[in-house]
DNA sequence: AATAGTGGTAACCTGTACGTAACTAACGAC
DNA sequence: GTCGTTAGTTACGTACAGGTTACCACTATT
């Protein structure tokens, strides 16, 4: 789904899927949504996630502008994440996401990022 | 994405694209949500989507009680296939993914199920 | 000189979403 | 007795998303 074809779709849901259509990227938006996280805070509120499918979101997410990463030269390396304005907006999508959820599926969990 | 894992997942978010995270649901629903169709009307108005492909789709959608299928024992058969509250409910969130799709990535295209 | 802490990368494997093409059952029309 | 119509099914192939494991470069600390 996360296929650079379905990127140049005709229909914009299609397009939209294809940039959060993904098992990770959507808990990935959420929990950076709070606060700007380093790549190791990431990746221990995500424990269920390898790094390197994480790695693999975060570059992908970056390239779509959803996210901004910025590298600092210092030691130990330290990376920071936080969503851009174009992620930003896509929190309400999310957001209605969990409402359905719950109304339909009843209250299984909350919108915890795992 | 369409894993039963997923459904079961901890995060509502999780939960909801476990239904609607394929290349088609979105499509479908969003065809679906205009009127009533039959399966040979589905397969016209999305030319892109195989038969059996569709036929899958369908069913998913089916069981995850998004969509009602009925089946009129006629010769030849017919099937009608519509939308259920809890697909209507949907609606929104993929209006919403199209309005955020048009606000950042420009004016591509319209909500056109094709 | 070994260890810890950072943010990754490389090699490899697997399940499944998606696709193609051919085939089916049932009946009426001709 | 064969053709058309509908709503699929069956068999098969493939690309890729997602996962596991091991490894790297850099430095400060001990």
Not at 41 to 59: C, E, F, G, N, Y
Not at 61 to 78: K, Q
Request: proline fraction near 5%; hydrophobic fraction near 40%.
């Amino acid at each position: 789904m996360t296929n650079d074809t379905f990127k140049l779709d005709k229909c914009p849901m299609t397009r939209t899927m294809a940039i959060l259509g993904s098992k990770w990227k959507p808990v990935i938006i959420y929990t950076l949504s709070k606060r700007h996280l380093r790549f190791g805070q990431l990746a221990a509120q995500m424990p269920l996630i390898s790094r390197k499918v994480l790695t693999d979101q975060l570059k992908e997410l970056e390239e779509d502008n959803i996210l901004l990463r910025e590298a600092y030269n210092e030691l130990p390396p330290r990376v920071e994440y936080s969503l851009t304005a174009k992620g930003l907006a896509l929190l309400p999508i999310l957001q209605q996401m969990c409402e359905w959820n719950k109304q339909f599926e009843g209250h299984v969990g909350a919108c915890e990022a795992r």
